[in-house]
């Protein structure tokens, strides 16, 4: 009998732990037909940072944004009403949105859920989906000192509230892809941000040193070409023209182990998480010494790849002084809201300045913008347009903005992904 007895306590004790980890899973599971109807959430409302409805529920039926730029904007974050969209809030934030208790479950007095904000801002939203043009590609914006992510746009995308009867065409390839979080794409010159940490670092002498680009920078085993002949260049004029040449050099001094050390440090390689999220997997392969893979890998080529919400993350923490702050997209409120940003140091603060210092631009196409970036064009290919990026922060007072632009296939990051960054970064700091 006490044998019985110490079974069923110890089967009872199991259950409840696993009741108070897994219960708001198994509430907000599809089979909870109290809040479901045929697979459908029929339950919570959904709303931006300042309280536009993004998704609601109107006699039984689930209904998004009034505006449709609003509900195409918001769409890979918000979620479809079939729940194609895997990482959308109406998948990610069920158990929220149903407003789950540990005491209650799923039940609420009127039936009508809870309601969620969200950390973004959907006008913020329109101006990058109209930035981006019916392009494919991603804008992502978030406060580096607060970790909430203002304006996270994938492209393509449709009206939820009509969607397409057929997605099969070129026009609507990964439209349930959220390119944000669940791509990765070959980074390009961007990728040098990380090459130029690491020599900062591990190559005391960086600054007095002069480079000498021809064009073409020969190694053991092939070569690395540079767009342009730049001549003698020390190592911020190096940075400042994107050259080719001095990261080459400075790959094969580091080696494919330091690089890796710093892309596995950074968040560049591997997976991340963003509001419960994780990200698509970035990746750097270690290439030979000596090689011109191992060099054209310093420069974001070779087999590099980065998810865009991973590099936001990585030019935050330049601009909070090396911390990293781990982004969300759940809005704060009561106790929470009090609470300090949770942040990770992914960097020594002194690099995080000087790489600061590299960044910082002075140009009349980001006007009133305190500016720190890096473009990117990232070859994907002989026949092939590159990827355009561009990426970096600005200090503006009231405005420690984080941003990464990537434009499929755009051609160059300062001419196609800069102005889609200064629209957005304009719309954020003047209204």
């Known amino acids: 009998m006490l044998l019985l007895v110490a079974v069923a306590v110890l089967g009872m004790g199991f259950y409840l732990v696993r009741f108070v980890v897994f219960g708001h899973e198994w509430a907000s599971a599809p089979f909870n037909q109290t809040v479901y109807r045929r697979g ?45 969209i895997g990482t959308g809030a109406l998948t990610v934030y069920a158990s929220d949105m149903i407003g789950y208790s540990f005491f209650t479950g799923s039940y609420s007095r009127t039936g009508e859920g809870s309601t969620t904000a969200l950390t973004i801002d959907s006008k913020l939203n329109v101006e990058a989906f109209k ?21 996270m746009v994938s492209n393509p995308s449709f009206d939820p509230d009509d969607p397409p009867a057929d997605v099969s065409g070129p026009s609507f390839e990964g439209v349930y892809l959220n390119r944000a979080i669940s791509s990765a794409y070959t980074p390009g010159s961007v990728y040098k941000l ?21 064009g073409e920078l020969k190694t053991g085993l092939g070569s690395l070409t ?16 994107s050259c080719n040449i001095v990261f080459g050099e400075l790959a094969l ?25 994780i990200t698509a997997r970035g990746n750097f392969d270690k290439a030979g010494p000596d090689t011109a893979n191992l060099a054209w890998s310093g420069v974001g080529q070779y087999n590099n790849t980065v998810c865009p919400a991973a590099m936001l993350r ?16 759940l809005k704060k409120s009561g106790v929470q809201f009090l609470l ?12 995080a300045v000087l790489l600061g210092e590299l960044m910082e631009l002075q140009s009349s196409s980001f006007p009133g913008l305190q500016l720190h970036a890096k473009s990117g064009t990232a070859q994907v290919g002989r026949d092939t347009e590159p ?30 992904a800069g102005p889609v960054a200064n629209r957005v970064l304009q719309a954020a700091v003047n209204g």
């Not at 080696?255 to 950074?266: F, S, W």
């Not at 600005?394 to 051609?411: C, H, K, Q, R, S």
Request: net charge negative; aromatic share 8%.
């Open 387 to 416: 990827h355009a990026w561009y990426t970096g922060y600005i200090t503006n007072d009231n405005f420690p903005l984080a941003f990464v632009v990537v434009v499929e296939n755009g051609g160059s990051g300062t001419a196609v």
């Open 253 to 277: 001094e580091l080696g494919a182990d330091t690089l890796a050390e710093y892309a596995g440090k950074y968040g560049l390689s591997g997976r991340l998480e963003v509001g419960g999220i």
């Open 40 to 84: 459908l959430l029929v339950t919570g409302t959904l709303t931006d940072r300042n309280g536009v409805v993004l998704a609601s529920v109107t006699d039984g039926v689930r209904t998004f944004a009034e505006s449709r730029d609003v509900r195409r904007a918001t769409l890979h974050t918000v979620g479809d009403l079939q729940g194609n």
């Open 340 to 351: 300090p940003a949770s942040t990770t140091r992914i960097m020594n603060r002194n690099t």
């Open 226 to 241: 540079c767009p342009r002949v730049h001549g003698n260049i020390d190592f911020e004029r190096g940075v400042e023209l």
């Open 314 to 329: 990585f030019v935050g923490a330049v601009a909070n002084n090396g911390n990293a702050a781990e982004m969300f997209l």
């Open 131 to 151: 930035a981006l043009n019916g392009r494919r590609g991603v804008v992502m914006v978030s406060n580096y000192k607060t970790g909430e992510v203002l304006c």
């Open 194 to 214: 990380l090459t130029a940490a690491a020599a900062i670092e591990k190559t005391g002498d960086v600054y007095d040193r002069v480079f000498e680009c021809t």
